[in-house]
């Protein structure tokens, strides 16, 4: 333990992996976020309902010039329920993998993962599975409202993954969307259009959510 927290110390990053970290954070953080929003847009245009009850929701909490502080955007429910049901509906990151680093037994299920084995979680598969979401199809934010949140089984919401190697970007990136979502909010209304593909359609083996056209309508409120 010692020996490690020191070498973590000592340890300068080489240029390489400087490029690699920036690169990173270019590709994780950009189309995931834009996605989030993209895919949340379409939703709030197709549940108009639930658009206006966000509404209320963020002109209550605004300021008299529209802004609102960290800690206020923080506690917003609505908002909060709006974008992790966006993100349950809509996970970028469609399936996730991990390799064992060693020989690892499950429990009493009598399976052993051998050392070098990959293992692949269908998180798209996961989150629409009627076995933990009921409606799994359907966009209902009020699964995640305060009140309701227990009735959620650990480790079968995972949009920004789960354990030490989870998604580091996590929380900027929620509060990104939700400062996005509070302006536009206030000012536009999403509306669905003629050319809004309802279901929408995807491309195949990319190893991130992509629909083929997200067509949403904005109207000046
Ligand atoms: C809505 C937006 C985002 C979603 C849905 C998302 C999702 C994910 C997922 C599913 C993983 C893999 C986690 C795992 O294997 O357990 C991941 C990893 C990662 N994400 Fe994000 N991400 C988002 C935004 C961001 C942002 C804004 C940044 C950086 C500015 C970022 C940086 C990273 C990095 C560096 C990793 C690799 C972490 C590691 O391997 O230790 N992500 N993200």
């Not at 954070?25 to 939703?43: D, H, I, R, V, W």
């Not at 051998?114 to 989150?127: L, R, S, T």
Request: aromatic fraction near 10%.
């Amino acid at each position: 333990m010692k020996s490690m927290a020191v070498n973590a110390i000592n340890k300068k990053l080489t240029m390489d992996e400087i490029v690699a970290q920036a690169w990173v954070f270019f590709l994780a953080g950009s189309e995931t976020t834009s996605n989030t929003l993209g895919y949340g847009s379409y939703e709030l245009a197709l549940n108009p309902h639930i658009q206006d009850r966000l509404y209320d929701e963020v002109m209550s909490s605004v300021d008299s010039e529209g802004e609102i502080s960290y800690d206020e955007l923080a506690k917003l429910p609505l908002l909060d329920a709006v974008i992790s049901e966006t993100l349950r509906l809509y996970p970028s990151v469609v399936r996730l993998d991990r390799k064992a680093k060693v020989d690892y037994k499950l429990a009493d299920t009598g399976i052993t993962i051998e050392k070098g084995k990959c293992v692949e979680i269908p998180v798209y598969a996961i989150h629409h599975s009627e076995e933990y979401y009921e409606n799994a199809h359907q966009f209902d934010p009020d699964r995640f409202m305060p009140q309701n949140r227990h009735k959620l089984v650990a480790y079968t919401y995972l949009p920004f993954g789960a354990g030490p190697h989870n998604c580091i970007g996590m929380r900027f990136a929620l509060m990104e969307v939700k400062l996005a979502f509070v302006h536009i909010i206030q000012r536009f209304r999403f509306v669905r259009t003629e050319q809004t593909s309802v279901p929408l359609e995807y491309r195949k083996a990319v190893p991130f959510l992509s629909a083929t056209s997200v067509v949403v309508g904005i109207q000046k409120r």
